[in-house]
């Protein structure tokens, strides 16, 4: 590291004012702050000094996102040699998910990255570092037989007008991954439901096998489709561990969890957030199966919903975006009770589209700022009364 410092500094005169190669001093200046922590310190004004930067801050919870995607690799195969009679252990599966997946990984950095490295160009700016999360969400929160150009034109569109439009990082009102799957989801819906899209067929460099016609519904298109109000899918262990067909880092419970573990330990997400929103699902789950419509989906148990689909994955990754979500304390117990509460109404009542988590969260990033304001408006009057009596 020591090497790499020292190369760094070396060349770094050719990226500042006056060197042959300034036009790129953003692309260099990221670069070196993603390696190391920056050591200029402010001159003027009150500040927090500190190692940890945003830099730092996106790189742990792409850190946290690590246990869902290695197991979304796993499953992939699983899935995939599961439904077409494939021969192979667990090396084999595990290799097929990760020559599935990773495409869709460099898809999305490319495409993302580079829209984001022009514009800081074109504005003189420093790269701003919030893709590096947004760049592996997005992959995970799509089936797995998503199209690469899809995909691609999806990132393109999210990460311009979810986020550049708005000023970059820190400004974007809407979560930028959810906006690439809604934008995946109205313009190629064909691409994002239905009961061939969440298995793959194809084999890879002579793993697995090539089938046509494959088809493998999701425990929430079960549930949606069903006659029998008691259609639902009966409970089992694959709906915890992820041994299940959906969006390639969604179905697992356990490695969300341990994601959500070192987002906790860390202080980076709010556990306020995370917490209500799991009160607020478990609730009006719990409402539906008691005084619901007679449908199979508000039959399902309260816990097989916190179990399915994008819940959990929502709940720990999505909904604690701190750029997007409520700011105060109080809010944030609301914001995540909402998103919880509005995930179920919307599996429940919409029956064309079961999995309620991304509309319930981009529904409540549009309300987050309301939400913070009442909350500060309701504290100002109620100091306001009690300057009053005290004055009185």
């Given at each position: 590291?020591?090497?790499?410092?020292?190369?760094?500094?070396?060349?770094?005169?050719?990226?500042?004012?006056?060197?042959?190669?300034?036009?790129?001093?953003?692309?260099?200046?990221?670069?070196?702050?993603?390696?190391?922590?920056?050591?200029?310190?402010?001159?003027?004004?009150?500040?927090?000094?500190?190692?940890?930067?945003?830099?730092?801050?996106?790189?742990?919870?792409?850190?946290?996102?690590?246990?869902?995607?290695?197991?979304?690799?796993?499953?992939?195969?699983?899935?995939?040699?599961t439904h077409t009679?494939?021969?192979?252990?667990?090396?084999?599966?595990?290799?097929?998910?990760?020559?599935?997946?990773?495409?869709?990984?460099?898809?999305?950095?490319?495409?993302?990255?580079?829209?984001?490295?022009?514009?800081?160009?074109?504005?003189?700016?420093?790269?701003?570092?919030?893709?590096?999360?947004?760049?592996?969400?997005?992959?995970?929160?799509?089936?797995?037989?998503?199209?690469?150009?899809?995909?691609?034109?999806?990132?393109?569109?999210?990460?311009?007008?979810?986020?550049?439009?708005?000023?970059?990082?820190?400004?974007?009102?809407?979560?930028?991954?959810?906006?690439?799957?809604?934008?995946?989801?109205?313009?190629?819906?064909?691409?994002?439901?239905?009961?061939?899209?969440?298995?793959?067929?194809?084999?890879?460099?002579?793993?697995?096998?090539?089938?046509?016609?494959?088809?493998?519904?999701?425990?929430?298109?079960?549930?949606?489709?069903?006659?029998?109000?008691?259609?639902?899918?009966?409970?089992?262990?694959?709906?915890?561990?992820?041994?299940?067909?959906?969006?390639?880092?969604?179905?697992?419970?356990?490695?969300?969890?341990?994601?959500?573990?070192?987002?906790?330990?860390?202080?980076?997400?709010?556990?306020?957030?995370?917490?209500?929103?799991?009160?607020?699902?478990?609730?009006?789950?719990?409402?539906?199966?008691?005084?619901?419509?007679?449908?199979?989906?508000?039959?399902?148990?309260?816990?097989?919903?916190?179990?399915?689909?994008?819940?959990?994955?929502?709940?720990?990754?999505?909904?604690?975006?701190?750029?997007?979500?409520?700011?105060?304390?109080?809010?944030?117990?609301?914001?995540?009770?909402?998103?919880?509460?509005?995930?179920?109404?919307?599996?429940?009542?919409?029956?064309?589209?079961?999995?309620?988590?991304?509309?319930?969260?981009?529904?409540m990033n549009i309300?987050?700022?309301?939400?913070?304001?009442?909350?500060?408006?309701g504290n100002i009057?109620?100091?306001?009364?009690?300057?009053?009596?005290?004055?009185?």
């Amino acid at each position: 590291m020591k090497a790499l410092r020292n190369y760094l500094d070396k060349i770094k005169p050719n990226f500042e004012e006056g060197g042959k190669f300034h036009a790129f001093h953003s692309v260099f200046d990221g670069f070196e702050t993603f390696l190391f922590v920056p050591n200029r310190t402010a001159k003027s004004g009150t500040h927090i000094h500190d190692a940890i930067d945003s830099k730092r801050i996106m790189s742990m919870v792409v850190i946290a996102l690590i246990p869902a995607l290695l197991f979304g690799m796993y499953n992939v195969g699983y899935q995939h040699f599961t439904h077409t009679g494939a021969q192979g252990g667990f090396l084999e599966m595990f290799a097929y998910g990760a020559l599935a997946v990773l495409p869709k990984l460099v898809v999305s950095y490319v495409v993302g990255l580079g829209i984001e490295f022009v514009i800081a160009q074109w504005k003189k700016e420093e790269i701003q570092e919030g893709f590096l999360v947004s760049g592996i969400l997005i992959p995970m929160i799509v089936p797995v037989d998503c199209p690469l150009w899809i995909l691609a034109v999806a990132t393109a569109f999210a990460v311009i007008f979810a986020k550049e439009v708005f000023g970059g990082t820190g400004m974007n009102v809407f979560n930028v991954a959810l906006v690439t799957r809604a934008f995946l989801f109205f313009a190629y819906p064909t691409k994002m439901s239905g009961d061939a899209v969440w298995v793959s067929g194809e084999s890879i460099f002579g793993l697995g096998k090539s089938v046509d016609g494959l088809t493998a519904a999701t425990s929430l298109g079960v549930a949606s489709t069903a006659v029998d109000p008691n259609g639902y899918p009966a409970f089992s262990w694959d709906m915890v561990t992820g041994l299940i067909p959906g969006s390639i880092g969604e179905t697992s419970v356990i490695a969300i969890l341990l994601g959500a573990a070192v987002l906790l330990a860390t202080g980076i997400a709010s556990w306020k957030v995370m917490f209500s929103v799991f009160v607020g699902g478990s609730f009006m789950a719990f409402v539906f199966s008691t005084i619901g419509p007679d449908t199979a989906m508000a039959n399902m148990p309260w816990y097989e919903h916190l179990a399915l689909g994008g819940f959990c994955f929502g709940a720990v990754f999505m909904a604690t975006d701190p750029v997007t979500a409520a700011r105060t304390e109080t809010g944030k117990y609301i914001y995540g009770f909402l998103i919880g509460a509005m995930a179920i109404i919307i599996r429940v009542l919409n029956p064309g589209y079961p999995e309620g988590m991304m509309l319930a969260i981009l529904l409540m990033n549009i309300f987050a700022p309301l939400i913070d304001y009442t909350v500060v408006q309701g504290n100002i009057g109620r100091r306001e009364k009690r300057a009053t009596k005290s004055n009185n």
